[in-house]
DNA sequence: CCCAGAATGTCCCGAGGGCGACAAGGATCC
DNA sequence: GGATCCTTGTCGCCCTCGGGACATTCTGGG
């Protein structure tokens, strides 16, 4: 995976997908040691298939697994996550179908927590239920306020905050216009107009394949953030 | 147990998520109704404000209420939740102020949790946190369905969409355009013009505060519905 | 050094939709 | 019934953005 899709990945991620989401510490882990065991899985390989039944939800130990719904001729990719994350919990404690399907993209360790076995073990440690709602609650939030940043923002307004995310410790992004687009799902022509801007208000210079941040705080105030 | 002590639980129990899913006691639910009590407001009134401290959630019982956010000049409705609805739970579990603003639209019957005698409760009874936590889970779940539906789709379609989602069981919906606006995040001529165009097509007839159903599967299709 | 391919910088067109304006059709209260 | 307010139905203007087209500039491999 080149660096231009490593990154879409992640602002993908970022934007509409759960971003990791850390609802148990390794006690909890150790009290809910008798709910499951550790499986590994090879590159490639799935967790859980969506529509599937679930049966159970997995903490991720190691490795990075990617999250994706098939559709009518073509996948997509919902999110990315890695250590730490919990899957296939929503679908879990609803008794439900796995809305996604999750393959491991490299060698994967993970926490396998059987349903049957979990439940009697949380209603006994009440205090991991709660700490679980909570992470859960948090998740909602944070997604729900990425929305409503995300929506009504012009092509420029993007730009600006996508700059100021990615750009490095020199002020520098090095990533192709169309990398850019293709992040923000807007079109290459877009985004270069975006940039033509900010370049004339010098907040930024552009290069080959490079934008350099020049103006952090005329960015942010273009971004929205206050 | 009298009758309507009996339904006082039997909402609260459809409140929190699928029936069919961990039932709750009939102690659980004594307690948790222990840990709050029904306040009454008038429309207009809010049942809390952003900024202010999260001391205390709403399951609403009756009634509907307007979320909203206040942005510099302008506020932003976030949604709009009825009977069943549970608000203000994400910022009092975390012990952060409020998020958005709750408006009561018309009369609202509201169960206030407050967070120093519900904690304790859901300590005591983890079946109710687990609950809880179905039902949080499953918003997050359901908001990052819309966010991914909404995106890119033409007032058209979003309206078809709602129209389906609002219609009675006589297939009127009864709001103002401007109200069907505001709930999509359009303007009022814009969706007008879409209304306009099913009018034209045959499936919905427009009057005064209200809208019907003509061709529920013609709707469908242009919603997107597969 | 040269050249093909990639990336950037611009223009233009058209669709979608926000916004102001205004007429016409209910609703409500005196 | 009349005055007033709210709602609906339409126009036209303008901005944003996607997509096509094309010139220009940069990079890397032979």
New binding site residues.
Partial sequence: MDNAEHQHFAWLARSFGRTDYLPLTSSDLEALSGAGEYVEKYPGTHLFRENSPATAAFVLQKGQVELYRTRREGRRVVGRVGEGAVIGDIAMFQNQPYISSAKAIGPVTAFRLERTRLLPVLIEHPMIAMRWLVAGLNQLESTQRRVIRLMH??????VAELLLDEADAYGEVHL???SL?TLL????????????DL?RQGLAE?????IRVVDEAGLASIAGRE
């Fill in positions: 923002r012009t092509v420029r307004e993007q192709s216009q169309s687009a799902g807007a079109s290459r022509q877009s985004v270069n107009e975006a940039l033509s370049r552009t290069g080959y394949r490079m």
